[in-house]
């Protein structure tokens, strides 16, 4: 008795090509999400158009938009590593996808891995859409593209994981929301566009260990002062990283 050939063959597609596959539908949903899309793309752009602009903020620059630009890029990190991925994957939870994907041949850890590159994949478009309006309204960055690199890598794991943590241990309604306060809180008191000096002394070493803080002084200092790699900064993203992807693996419910 022979045994038929079945084309295509039965079974599970290798790991890697699950990963690109379940990467390549994240990113797609991810950018067809219009509140996504405003959240992640527009309004870190009009943010710097406006305060690059118009001259409502004393950054202490020369030009605004020096100040501005790497802020903007760290925002846009948070927006799309914390904010826009805590609030998808808060929704996916509380109807059930996560469940169901945890079903497929896909591990779950291959999950996480596909919605971490999707994150890349999205900040590698706003960070050439932002650089390209930055360069438009005249900015001049210097420094150590490395060092670069390493910050945004860094930043991308430490809101992941507080992105992930949150998504698995709240409601998805309580996601929504606190993930968006926790946008405006950051936006405002972050470094992003009002320079930390700007707020009272005791409060600035506090404000000055939040991920977003670190992550836009550590782009600033290299892409406007041209430092070579901002080791404390750096330091802080990477307790940030360690403790919110811990917890998020500690912690994160599937249902």
């Given at each position: 008795?022979?045994?038929?050939?079945?084309?295509?063959?039965?079974?599970?597609?290798?790991?890697?090509?699950?990963?690109?596959?379940?990467?390549?539908?994240?990113?797609?949903?991810?950018?067809?999400?219009?509140?996504?899309?405003?959240?992640?793309?527009?309004?870190?752009?009009?943010?710097?158009?406006?305060?690059?602009?118009?001259?409502?903020?004393?950054?202490?620059?020369?030009?605004?938009?020096?100040?501005?630009?790497?802020?903007?890029?760290?925002?846009?990190?948070?927006?799309?590593?914390?904010?826009?991925?805590?609030?998808?994957?808060?929704?996916?939870?509380?109807?059930?996808?996560?469940?169901?994907?945890?079903?497929?041949?896909?591990?779950?850890?291959?999950?996480?891995?596909?919605?971490?590159?999707?994150?890349?994949?999205?900040?590698?478009?706003?960070?050439?859409?932002?650089?390209?309006i930055a360069?438009?309204l005249g900015?001049?960055?210097?420094g150590n593209?490395?060092?670069?690199?390493?910050?945004?890598?860094?930043?991308?794991?430490?809101?992941?994981?507080?992105?992930?943590?949150?998504?698995?241990?709240?409601?998805?309604?309580?996601?929504?929301?606190?993930?968006?306060?926790?946008?405006?809180?950051?936006?405002?008191?972050?470094?992003?566009?009002?320079?930390?000096?700007?707020?009272?002394?005791?409060?600035?070493?506090?404000?000055?260990?939040?991920?977003?803080?670190?992550?836009?002084?550590?782009?600033?200092?290299?892409?406007?002062?041209?430092?070579?790699?901002?080791?404390?900064?750096?330091?802080?993203?990477?307790?940030?990283?360690?403790?919110?992807?811990?917890?998020?693996?500690?912690?994160?419910?599937?249902?």
């Amino acid at each position: 008795m022979s045994i038929g050939t079945y084309t295509p063959r039965p079974g599970a597609a290798p790991l890697p090509r699950m990963i690109a596959a379940q990467t390549a539908f994240e990113t797609k949903m991810l950018l067809r999400n219009g509140e996504q899309l405003l959240l992640t793309v527009i309004i870190p752009a009009l943010l710097l158009v406006l305060f690059s602009a118009v001259d409502i903020i004393d950054t202490g620059a020369g030009k605004s938009v020096d100040f501005l630009a790497p802020g903007i890029l760290a925002l846009a990190v948070m927006s799309t590593a914390f904010t826009g991925q805590a609030i998808a994957t808060g929704f996916e939870r509380r109807y059930g996808v996560l469940k169901l994907l945890g079903t497929s041949p896909l591990p779950r850890w291959a999950l996480m891995t596909a919605k971490t590159l999707s994150v890349l994949v999205t900040e590698v478009l706003q960070v050439a859409l932002l650089t390209v309006i930055a360069f438009g309204l005249g900015w001049s960055p210097h420094g150590n593209p490395f060092a670069v690199f390493l910050l945004l890598v860094l930043g991308t794991a430490a809101f992941s994981g507080l992105g992930l943590l949150m998504a698995g241990t709240l409601k998805a309604e309580a996601t929504l929301a606190a993930a968006n306060l926790v946008f405006l809180l950051l936006l405002v008191g972050g470094g992003v566009i009002v320079p930390l000096d700007k707020y009272p002394e005791a409060v600035q070493s506090v404000l000055g260990l939040l991920p977003i803080s670190a992550l836009s002084d550590g782009l600033r200092e290299v892409l406007q002062h041209g430092a070579a790699i901002p080791w404390s900064n750096l330091g802080i993203l990477a307790v940030w990283a360690v403790l919110g992807l811990g917890a998020a693996a500690r912690f994160f419910r599937w249902e």
